[in-house]
């Protein structure tokens, strides 16, 4: 069995285990793929994002691979934050919950990668970003495209296969792995062909728009959230644009 068959087992098998402590069904089945930590776009992540965005090498030294995996919600989870003006409870303990698993996986990834004789590094699923700005110097999303696993949306999220509700990981690596093809169809159908522009709608406080994002007025509302949920943790999240959508749970495209 190859390390890249491995390391898909060891983040299902994570997962699975996972959703069968919880009460109720929380997360589908992930989504994982690899990417060169040479791949050229690793560069132009810097222009994408910010001038001081991390590069594999800069988490870790003699990086060869990066690992991403996306963590599709339930159903359920989009569904029940929909309506209303504020986050649902249960978009928000999906977040904390998930932001946990995240860290489980990469854990047992680290573990399990050691046992073969490589090192591995991660950023914070969350959290990790510079609060005047409000940009990251690791995105995972922007990684977790690198590496193939999706395309962007208007709504700014990774649009995959099983659309863009649920959370990213990444990990970076010395394992040499053979990375997932990258493809650069859209999977938004807004970028396809102008037709949906339902994740403007949307946002409750205008802060996306067709035009452009404002990031500081999004953020605003996440701290609203995040008092209004405070009782169940840190949950500055929305979500708004993100369900009720075409791409709330596939690849509309495809």
């Not at 132009?44 to 996306?70: M, N, R």
């Not at 938004?188 to 037709?195: D, E, I, K, V």
Request: aromatic share 8%; with cysteine; charged share 15%.
């Amino acid at each position: 069995m190859s390390l890249n068959t491995q390391i898909v087992e060891w983040i299902h098998t994570t997962v699975e285990k996972a959703s069968a402590s919880q009460d109720q069904p929380l997360w589908k089945s992930p989504l994982v793929a690899m990417a060169s930590a040479n791949d050229p776009l690793f560069g132009e992540i810097k222009k994408w994002v910010k001038s001081s965005h991390q590069t594999p090498q800069d988490l870790l030294p003699g990086a060869q691979s990066v690992i991403t995996y996306f963590i599709p919600f339930h159903p359920a989870i989009p569904k029940s934050n929909v309506n209303g003006r504020l986050a649902s409870r249960e978009w928000g303990l999906a977040y904390i919950l998930t932001n946990q698993l995240i860290a489980q996986i990469n854990d047992f990834l680290h573990q399990k990668l050691s046992e073969t004789g490589h090192h591995a590094a991660y950023a914070s699923a969350t959290h990790n970003f510079d609060e005047s700005t409000l940009m990251s110097n690791w995105s995972h999303r922007h990684v977790a495209y690198i590496a193939g696993l999706g395309n962007f949306g208007l709504n700014n999220m990774l649009i995959t296969d099983s659309g863009c509700c649920g959370r990213i990981g990444t990990l970076v690596t010395t394992a040499p792995l053979t990375p997932t093809q990258r493809s650069v169809k859209p999977t938004c159908l807004y970028r396809l062909n102008g037709s949906c522009s339902l994740c403007v709608d949307n946002c409750v406080n205008g802060s996306l728009a067709e035009g452009g994002f404002n990031r500081h007025t999004c953020y605003e509302l996440l701290l609203e959230n995040a008092d209004a949920l405070a009782e169940i943790g840190l949950a500055d999240v929305c979500g708004k644009c993100t369900v009720g959508l075409p791409c709330s749970l596939v690849n509309p495209v495809k």
